[in-house]
T-cell receptor, first 114, second 114 residues
Framework: AQSVTQLGSHVSVSEGALVLLRCNYSSSVPPYLFWYVQYPNQGLQLLLKYTSAATLVKGINGFEAEFKKSETSFHLTKPSAHMSDAAEYFCAVSESDSWGKLQFGAGTQVVVTP | EAQVTQNPRYLITVTGKKLTVTCSQNMNHEYMSWYRQDPGLGLRQIYYSMNVEVTDKGDVPEGYKVSRKEKRNFPLILESPSPNQTSLYFC?????????????FGPGTRLTVL
């Protein structure tokens, strides 16, 4: 059975500093992996997804994530945080090519301080 | 503009009073789904639909009903709402395949059941 764990429900980062959000998954087959962002009072927006092509996936707004099979991880990074990155971030996993099997992590709230 | 719309955006109701939350998409997507978002739990799928007249249970279907009579609409029905259904609800739509397509989310409906 698939599952996804996000380490840290809240992360505080200084403007200009590295953003690192951790996501670990369990899956019995090669998974599809996603990062979504949710800005206040809005729906979710896809940042990036891994579909078994390149292990380093580049997304929107300068974010990227690396798929590491040996560590069952898909951590999200951004070299330099901007105030506009303040939002909640969700990691998600699917073992099949069906949206009906998508499973989300609990989310990580990112606060950016000046 | 391509979008997923939900109505109402905010709703306060009382226990046992039937309600419907509407969802509509203008992208001719086959797949539509409903999620609920609760603090610390992330998003959990309630029901999904792969096409007209085809619906299936997600992870938390108890207390909810759906129908898919038209491709663009996917209403969520709470026949007898209870306080534990107080939550933030999101509708989403996409083409079928996780590997090649993107899921689009509505802006959310905040429901309070007293």
């Amino acid at each position: 059975a698939q599952s996804v764990t996000q380490l840290g429900s809240h992360v505080s980062v200084s403007e200009g500093a590295l953003v690192l959000l951790r996501c670990n998954y369990s899956s019995s087959v090669p998974p599809y992996l996603f990062w979504y962002v949710q800005y206040p009072n809005q729906g979710l927006q896809l940042l990036l997804k891994y579909t078994s092509a390149a292990t380093l996936v580049k997304g929107i707004n300068g974010f990227e994530a690396e798929f590491k099979k040996s560590e069952t991880s898909f951590h999200l990074t951004k070299p330099s945080a901007h105030m506009s990155d303040a939002a909640e971030y969700f990691c998600a996993v699917s073992e099949s090519d069906s949206w009906g099997k998508l499973q989300f992590g609990a989310g990580t709230q990112v606060v950016v301080t000046p | 503009e391509a979008q997923v719309t939900q109505n109402p955006r905010y709703l306060i109701t009382v226990t046992g009073k039937k309600l419907t939350v509407t969802c509509s998409q203008n992208m001719n997507h086959e797949y539509m789904s409903w999620y609920r978002q609760d603090p610390g739990l992330g998003l959990r799928q309630i029901y999904y639909s792969m096409n007209v007249e085809v619906t299936d249970k997600g992870d938390v279907p108890e207390g909810y009903k759906v129908s898919r009579k038209e491709k663009r609409n996917f209403p969520l029905i709470l026949e007898s709402p209870s306080p534990n259904q107080t939550s933030l609800y999101f509708c989403a739509s996409s083409l079928i395949a996780v590997s090649t397509d993107t899921q689009y989310f509505g802006p959310g409906t905040r429901l309070t059941v007293l």
